[in-house]
């Protein structure tokens, strides 16, 4: 079992930047692959980035490639959203998930645990 918490989120102006943290709890929890997610009002949940076990594969969303940074801290069980030149675009609530593989994985439907979300809001 893994607990995920998230924590970062909040209003930023857009250009502006956020830093949003996962942090997880659980035996193996380190061993997983991490991913973010959002899901914007009347929209469907889509994924942002991932990263996999040991944090030297990433990968991201083409509307956010160049401006989020994903990473993981191991031996803090942490894992981090840096989000850099954000848009109206981005505001949504973020979700922290962690998968049941070791690889970095793209699909919503290979992660088992999530967390709670946190909201970003950018404004215009």
């Known amino acids: 079992q893994v607990h995920l918490v998230e924590s970062g989120g909040g209003l930023v102006q857009a250009g502006g930047s956020l830093r949003l943290s996962c942090a997880a709890s659980?035996?193996?929890?380190?061993?997983?692959?991490m991913g973010w997610f959002r899901q914007a009002p009347g929209k469907e949940r889509e994924f942002v980035a991932t990263?996999?076990?040991?944090?030297?594969?990433?990968y991201y969303a083409d509307s956010v490639k160049g401006r989020f940074t994903i990473s993981r801290d191991n031996g803090e069980n942490t894992v981090y959203l840096q989000m850099n030149s954000l848009k109206p675009a981005d505001t949504a609530v973020y979700y922290c998930a962690a998968s049941a593989t070791v690889a970095a994985e793209s699909r919503g439907t290979r992660y088992a645990y999530w967390g709670q979300g946190t909201q970003v809001t950018v404004s215009s």
């Open positions: 990263i996999n076990w040991s944090g030297d594969n990433t």
């Open positions: 659980g035996r193996t929890a380190s061993s997983y692959a």
